[in-house]
Nanobody
């Protein structure tokens, strides 16, 4: 059984930075890609950034140029470095498989709040 656990969120001022971590457990050898997703209040969950097992990355929407996704396969960790944060980035951030997320793998996420 695969599980993902997100951490690192918090309250930060506009223009600030945070680094999120996603710890994977279980039989993850067959996971090719992992992604960060986020969900803001009243909105649908959206894709933020993805990374393949090879390290190839993709970024989506307004996070381009500000966020960086990386992974440490040996430690079973995926990171999201977030710079130049904006109030619009406020959301609960999740990690899951990419490009096909698995419903039962969704965890509790980690809250990111960008506010003065």
């Amino acid at each position: 059984q695969v599980q993902f656990a997100e951490s690192g969120g918090g309250l930060v001022q506009p223009g600030g930075s945070l680094r999120l971590s996603c710890a994977a457990s279980g039989s993850i050898e067959n996971i090719y890609g992992v992604a960060w997703y986020r969900q803001a209040p009243g909105k649908q969950r959206e894709l933020v950034a993805s990374i393949r097992s090879s390290g190839t990355t993709n970024y989506f929407g307004s996070v381009k140029g500000r966020f960086t996704i990386s992974r440490d396969n040996a430690k079973k960790l995926v990171y999201l470095q977030m710079n130049s944060l904006k109030p619009e980035d406020t959301a609960v951030y999740f990690c899951n498989k990419w490009p096909f997320p698995v419903e039962r793998y969704w965890g509790q996420g980690t809250q990111v709040t960008v506010s003065s």
